[in-house]
């Protein structure tokens, strides 16, 4: 059993750029969600994917959007980057409505915004 | 809005004690806390879950315990060793669909040998 993998693992960007994160869920899992983690704080959720249609969105403004893939796959795109968009940025898979496993995460992408 | 508060401050504790973890929350109305643990440069890895209508929960050498009444919930970590040493992140996540886990900030776990 695979758990989730991210890609790339750090990334350097400039400001006024477009990213893409990608993430791998989990064999089994059916639902991908997205963090944010500032250095020093716990993740901020940015929205979750459930049969390829977003399902809840945390307060993140709209150049944060993704995609979920009919393999559950997903992506994560951030366009016209801030200095403030440096952080982790966390994917974490799960199978809805089943909350008694928790979510498993990945290592996450380390992004910076120069 | 909706507040979860871990002592920001880390916790050293000498190996073999028991380490208490603690998590306060207010306007929230959970469905379900669960415990996480990160290492530096790591995503979470779950430990447990405790539902809003139990009270305590065991796995091992750990235990957590929930009281809605108190908005709280106690991690402990009994016999810690250094290799217990890491951050700890309390989440909580509600009824509605697209749950969310709402964290809090952490605790900084350091057990000394």
């Known amino acids: 059993e695979t758990g989730v993998t991210q890609s790339p693992t750090h990334l350097i960007k400039t400001r006024g750029q477009q990213v893409t994160l990608r993430c791998s869920s989990q064999?089994?899992?059916?639902?991908v969600s997205w963090y944010q983690q500032a250095l020093g704080q716990g993740p901020q959720f940015i929205f979750q994917y459930y049969r390829e249609e977003e399902n809840g969105r945390g307060n993140f403004p709209p150049r944060f959007s993704g995609l979920q893939f009919p393999n559950y796959s997903s992506e994560l795109n951030v366009n016209a980057l801030e200095l403030d968009d440096s952080a982790l940025y966390l994917c974490?898979?799960?199978?809805?409505?089943?909350?008694?496993?928790?979510?498993?995460f990945g290592s996450g992408t380390r992004l910076t915004v120069v | 809005s909706q507040k979860i508060e871990q002592n920001s401050e880390a916790l050293n504790i000498q190996e073999g004690k028991t380490a208490t973890l603690t998590c306060n929350y207010t306007?929230?109305?959970?469905?379900?806390l669960q415990w996480y643990r990160q290492d530096p440069g790591r995503g979470p890895v779950f430990l447990l879950l405790i539902r809003e209508n139990e009270k305590e929960k065991r796995k091992e050498r750990l235990k957590v315990t929930f009281d809605t009444t108190l908005k709280q919930s106690l991690f402990h970590i009994t016999a810690s060793q250094p290799a217990d040493s890491a951050t700890y992140l309390c989440a909580l996540e509600g009824f509605n669909a697209g749950n969310m886990l709402t964290f809090g900030g952490g605790t900084r776990l350091m057990v000394k040998p």
């Open positions: 064999s089994g899992h059916n639902t």
């Open positions: 306007n929230y109305s959970p469905a379900y």
């Open positions: 974490a898979s799960s199978f809805y409505s089943d909350a008694n496993y928790g979510y498993t």
